[in-house]
C-alpha cells in the first residue's frame, strides 16, 4: 500500500547566463533516460508553445524555458533524477547555473517502505545538499502528525522579475462516491473522470488537457492554459485505505480562491492540508494568501496555520478537518450520491476493498 | 565548551480542579530535591506575593499559583525533573491536571555533549510525549541552521481568561565590549553589571530585582513586577567564543515593543532570534506581533520570519543577523568603547581566550 508517496521538485536555472537556451531543447529520448532513473516514463505529452507538459506513469512533469517541474509517487526515486537533469540542462541548454529550487513533500505514512534517500527528509536534504548547497530545510505543521517538508534553495539576488505563485491543495480521506469515479468499473476514460467528477468546471475552458485513468483505478490530469507558463495538475489515488488526490497550479486565469474553495467542493476530503507560495508582485497569490487566514471552508476546521518568509517569496500553510458533525453528514449525503451514481453494484465491492 | 544549551519548560496547572491550591505551597526542600534530578540548585529567591522567583546555579525558576517555568542551561537535565513537578503538584496542591505545556530551545551547536534526552529533539518528543500526550512538535526556522524547537500541549477547551504574552530574545555572537562587563575582573557583583551594562534601563523601576555575577564570569537575573504574575529573567554566557544572552519576560509594565529593541541596542548581538507567543486578550502581545513584521533594527536584516497559530495563541519567529556594513562598524564602535571601558588589561586577555 501506497499512502500519500508524492515528491514535487521545480528548478529554476538562470535564464540570463551566456548562451542559455530553454529546456526545451533537451531531446524526447534524453527527457525517457531521465525519468527512467526516476523510475517512471512518459504516458503522452502536449505542448502549449512556452511549456511541454508529461503524464507520467507515476504523476506529472512540466518543461518550461528555464524551470523543470517533476513531481512523482510511489516508490519512485525522485532525487536521483536530480544529477541527470542538471546534466542534461548543461548539455543541452548551456545553463549549470540553478537560481532557485523547491523541493517538498507531505510527510509519508510509510516511510520505510521507500527508497533511499527518501525514507527520511533528513536523508532528503543530505542528497539536497550536495546538488543544491547552501538551502534551507523547513518542517511545516505538527511533526509526527499531518505535516509537510520543505527543501529550498535560491541564489542571492536571483530576480523574478514576474508575478509567480503557486497553489497546491493535498486531500486525503476521501468519501467513496467521489473516489469511485476514478475506477474503469465506473468511468470509461480520463475524460469520463473528469465529467463525472465535475473536475471539467475548475479548469479554464480553453485548456489543454491530456489525462489518464489507469487500471483498474487512478487519474492523472494535466492542463496547460495556452501561451502561457500556466499549468494545472491533479492525481487522484482512489483506493479507499490510503486515497489521496493532489491539485497542483500556478494559474492566473481563474479566481484562484474561488477555485480553491471548488477543488475541496469536489473530492470533500476528510483531511486537506494547502500551501500558497507567492512573490511580491503577484497579486493574486498575495491575495489568497491574505484570505486565506479568515477563508471558511464550509464543514472544515482548521487546525494549523503557518506563515513562512523566504528569500523572495512567502509561503503559507493551512490544514483542515471535515468537522464530526458534518463528517455525519458527508456520509449520508455520500451514501446517496452513491447509490444514486453507481451502475455497478461491483464498484462498491471494489471500493470496500 | 556548553554553546547556547539554555532549555525552557513552562507547565500551566488547572486552577478549577477540585481541592486545588497553589504550586508556592510547595515546600522549598523539596523543590531543592526537585533541582537536584535537573542538576541545579537555588542561589537565592524572592518573592512579591503573587509569584517566587529562584536564581539557580544554572539559570531560573518562577512559580506561580498554577504555572511554573524552568530554565535550565549547560549540561542539566531539565526533563528529569518533569515527573517529580507532576507529584509535587499532586501531593502538595492535589492538582494532576495540566492544562497547557510548552518546552521549548534553540538548536545546540554540540547537542552530543547534553544528556539523554536532551541529545535531539526527537528524542527529548519521545519524552515530552509520554508525560504530556498528544502534544505537537514543531521545529521552526531553517533546520540544521539556527532554529529553535518547540513541544506544545493545551488540553482541548482549557480556557486562558487572562491576557498573555511572552517575549523572548536569544542572541548570539556578542561583541567583547559587551561580554566583558559580565566578568569579575569588571564588575565587581550582579548589580555592578545590571548598570554598567544599562540593563537597568530597560526594567521597570520598581521591580523586585535579584542577581548573580559568577565567577569568573556569567550573569544571571531575575525580576519580578510588584503585585503582579509577571517576570523579567536574563541570562549571559559572555565567553567569547560561546557567547550567548537570553531576555524573557511576559511583562505589561513597559511598552514591549521599544524594550524589544533596547534589548537588542544593548546587547548588539551578531545574531538574535525572537519568538513572541500571544493569545487574543493581550492586546500588547498581539500589537508587538504585528509592528514585527515591519520592526526595523538599525544594522539588522531579517532572514527569517515565521508566524505559528496554536489552539489558545499565535506565535512569531524571527531572526536577525547584523549587516555587513554594520558589523565592521560594530567592532570599531566596540574597540573603541572596549578600551574607555576596559581598566583592566586582563580582560582583554581572558575575552580572547
Redesign the interface.
Known amino acids: 500500500m501506497q499512502y500519500c508517496t508524492e515528491k514535487l521538485i521545480e528548478i529554476w536555472f538562470d535564464k540570463d547566463q551566456d548562451g542559455a537556451k530553454s529546456l526545451r531543447n533537451i531531446p524526447y529520448a534524453e527527457l525517457v533516460v531521465m525519468l527512467d532513473i526516476a523510475d517512471c516514463h512518459i504516458l503522452h505529452s502536449r505542448s502549449n508553445g512556452c511549456m511541454d507538459s508529461y503524464v507520467l506513469s507515476e504523476s506529472s512533469m512540466f518543461v518550461s524555458n528555464f524551470r523543470i517541474i517533476l513531481k512523482t509517487c510511489g516508490t519512485t526515486r525522485l532525487l536521483h533524477a536530480v544529477e541527470r537533469i542538471l546534466q542534461l540542462a548543461k548539455v543541452y541548454c548551456n545553463m549549470d547555473n540553478v537560481i532557485s529550487v523547491f523541493y517538498s513533500r507531505k510527510n509519508f505514512m510509510q516511510p520505510g517502505q521507500q527508497p533511499f534517500p527518501h525514507s527520511s527528509f533528513e536523508t532528503e ?1 543530505d542528497y539536497l545538499e550536495k546538488y543544491f548547497p547552501g538551502g ?4 511545516i505543521g ?4 499531518d505535516c509537510w517538508f520543505l527543501y529550498t534553495m535560491v541564489v542571492p539576488k536571483a530576480a523574478f522579475p514576474f508575478p509567480e505563485h503557486t497553489l497546491e491543495i493535498l486531500m486525503t480521506e476521501l468519501p467513496e462516491d467521489v473516489l469511485s469515479v476514478f475506477t474503469t468499473i465506473v468511468s470509461k476514460d480520463g475524460k469520463d473522470c473528469r465529467m463525472k467528477s465535475a473536475i471539467n468546471t475548475i479548469i479554464p475552458l480553453d485548456t489543454i488537457v491530456h489525462e489518464e485513468l489507469f487500471n483498474p483505478c487512478g487519474y492523472s490530469l494535466n492542463g496547460l492554459i495556452p501561451k502561457s507558463d500556466q499549468y494545472i495538475t491533479i492525481h487522484v489515488t482512489p483506493e479507499p485505505n490510503f486515497s489521496y488526490v493532489s491539485f497542483e497550479t500556478n494559474q492566473n486565469t481563474l479566481n484562484l480562491c474561488e477555485q480553491m474553495l471548488e477543488v475541496v467542493e469536489i473530492f470533500r476530503p476528510k483531511k486537506f492540508l494547502l500551501t500558497i507560495f507567492s512573490n511580491e508582485l503577484s497579486n493574486e497569490g498575495l491575495k489568497v494568501q491574505k484570505s486565506l487566514s479568515d477563508l471558511i471552508f464550509r464543514g472544515y476546521h ?1 487546525n ?6 523566504l528569500p523572495n517569496e512567502t509561503m503559507v500553510y493551512a490544514q483542515f478537518q471535515l468537522s464530526k458533525d458534518f463528517e455525519q453528514l458527508s456520509v449520508n449525503v455520500n451514501k446517496k450520491k452513491f447509490s444514486a451514481n453507481n451502475e455497478n453494484s461491483g464498484t462498491k465491492d471494489f471500493l470496500s476493498q
Open positions: 536534504v534551507s530545510a523547513y518542517y505538527p511533526q509526527r502528525k482548521r494549523n496555520f503557518q506563515f513562512l518568509q
